[in-house]
């Protein structure tokens, strides 16, 4: 299922034309490019993508940096998106595209509650047809309904890469041209601030859930209780932490794992997800402490890089910015997502249209299709696209489970059975990896080594989480462990936006750090330096 995705796909590459980028996004005849799909995964063509806006800019380099928390280096990679970038004469912009560029970059937030309210309280038209054909139309026919939250979505994370990057610049400036661990390090602790993060809210809120769970019925009967008695708890109750729990689901009920998959069920479809979390939690967290409002100069004064007077100056402008725009990005962020839950809404309800008028044996059959294929077997009942589907829906488990390198050349092929057994468990005492520091902090602890979210159930309070990549589903974790490694991400992936919230030492780019750590590895995680060591286990 691809039109949501497609559909974003389509609305970058329309803002790269409208202010003066390369529409290399969909531009070639032989293949596809910008974000794609392959084995059920997303990908990007990072050549096309870090070109749209030309190349060695300050817009390309802050894609880079955002994106993959460093500025690539590949040579090859280099030459390539070097070709793939618009010439200086094609990259001139007018002056109507610099002012919608300042104008994004300045006021991308501007109309984000008046969008916001515009999708709270869509129609949802597609959802009250009485036969399959009428709602596949009527789904097909909403697209363009959600121009507004995709372009917030688009606009936001483009100023913030710009911010991002103007941040960089200074203070690479400071450090003599050097982007290094210490500029690394002093952009995560610039950004660890109390600054009201859509994707941040999730934990906080359900920490705050948990505590208030804790205060209206004994912890220890709310954790023995079935996932089924505690939710009607939740719902039927009066208490403080009924109307918590209302609240949330009300303001987050649309986001999941994976949730910008149409298949995903959410935590609204489903809250008992969100029930065995808090059953988790709840006894396990303490009282958050608010964050005081930041002194600059105190800030200043914990850095590495050497400041003088300008870059200070330039720093007490730009920082807010920057803030104002991680804000922006994430609140742009949940927009789409509460876009695709309409669309999730509309395919669930078409799913369950088509079982009850016999075309697909089970509703979940619909999303191993293509649009065109769900066009076809409405209008002919064909065997053979249910025969295709099946056979997908059979190998989604297998697909779901591969891992890929984060830079890849040729076609994406996701690492083998051979790879994955041939690089196999060797303890070191003292093995140590060196990653990305995206938030600040230093602390010691429990490794709990996990790829999936099943798994993540486990985790003890004080643990550091070491895993592949985490999104929003990872989030009600967050409260209950020490500090967060991840193998993949940038400075503005999920595990690094919430951990700076939280206050949580995260290393991002430790490529191959659940291979070489096990679960109940003592280990020491260095939030300033980028590094994760193991150490003895303690008396």
């Not at 980028?21 to 063509?45: P, V």
């Not at 026919?141 to 941040?167: G, R, V």
């Not at 159930?457 to 985490?470: D, F, H, P, R, V």
Request: net charge neutral.
């Amino acid at each position: 299922m691809y039109n949501a995705f497609a559909f974003k796909k389509l609305q970058k590459s329309r803002e790269a034309v409208r202010k003066g980028g390369a529409d290399n996004i969909g531009s070639s005849y032989y293949f596809q490019t910008g974000m794609l799909s392959f084995y059920n995964h997303m990908m990007m063509t990072v050549a096309e993508m870090i070109t749209r806006f030309g190349f060695d800019t300050p817009t390309s380099k802050g894609f880079m940096i955002s994106l993959f928390g460093r500025l690539l280096d590949d040579p090859d990679l280099m030459d390539f998106a070097q070709e793939k970038a618009p010439s200086e004469a094609d990259s001139q912009l007018t002056i109507r595209q610099k002012l919608e560029q300042y104008w994004d970059l300045y006021f991308h937030d501007w109309t984000t509650e008046k969008v916001k309210q515009k999708n709270d309280n869509y129609h949802l038209n597609f959802c009250k047809h009485r036969t399959s054909v009428d709602t596949f139309k009527a789904i097909l026919n909403s697209c363009s309904d959600f121009d507004e939250p995709f372009l917030k979505h688009i606009n936001s994370s483009e100023s913030s890469s710009d911010w991002n990057m103007s941040m960089f610049d200074i203070l690479s400036d400071a450090n003599k041209g050097n982007f290094n661990t210490d500029v690394y390090s002093d952009f995560a602790l610039l950004l660890s601030t109390s600054s009201n993060v859509e994707s941040a809210n999730v934990p906080q809120a359900m920490q705050e859930l948990a505590i208030q769970i804790g205060k209206d019925i004994d912890a220890q009967k709310f954790k023995s209780m079935s996932a089924e008695e505690a939710l009607k708890w939740l719902e039927e109750t009066t208490s403080q932490a009924g109307n918590k729990y209302r609240q949330f689901i009300k303001r987050h009920g649309h986001r999941c794992l994976k949730e910008f998959d149409v298949r995903s069920v959410t935590w609204g479809m489903n809250p008992k997800l969100l029930v065995n979390a808090l059953q988790s939690m709840v006894g396990s967290v303490n009282d958050i402490k608010s964050k005081e409002i930041d002194d600059y100069n105190k800030l200043f004064s914990e850095m590495h890089v050497p400041l003088g007077f300008i870059s200070r100056c330039k720093l007490k402008f730009v920082l807010p910015m920057c803030r104002k725009a991680v804000r922006g990005r994430e609140a742009g962020k949940s927009l789409s997502i509460k876009s695709i839950d309409h669309w999730r809404q509309g395919y669930w309800r078409l799913a369950k249209q088509m079982v009850s008028e016999g075309r697909i044996p089970e509703e979940g059959l619909l999303f191993f299709m293509t649009i065109d294929e769900i066009k076809e077997l409405l209008a002919t009942r064909s065997p053979t696209i249910i025969a295709r589907a099946t056979h997908r829906m059979k190998l989604f488990p297998t697909m779901e489970d591969y891992k890929f390198p984060e830079i890849m050349r040729g076609m994406p092929r996701p690492i083998n059975e051979t790879e994955e057994t041939a690089d196999t468990y060797e303890f070191i005492a003292d093995l140590t990896m060196k990653g990305i520091p995206v938030s600040q902090g230093v602390t010691k602890g429990y490794a709990r080594v996990t790829m999936n979210l099943e798994e993540a159930s486990n985790l003890q309070k004080g643990e550091i989480l070491i895993t592949y990549s985490t999104d929003i589903g990872w989030s009600p974790y967050f409260p209950i462990i020490s500090g967060v490694v991840t193998e993949l991400g940038g400075l503005i992936s999920h595990g690094a936006v919430v951990s700076r919230e939280y206050g949580l030492p995260c290393v991002v780019g430790l490529v191959g750090a659940t291979k070489k750590f096990r679960t109940g590895d003592y280990v020491l995680l260095d939030g300033k330096k980028g590094i994760l060591q193991r150490l003895p286990q303690p008396q």
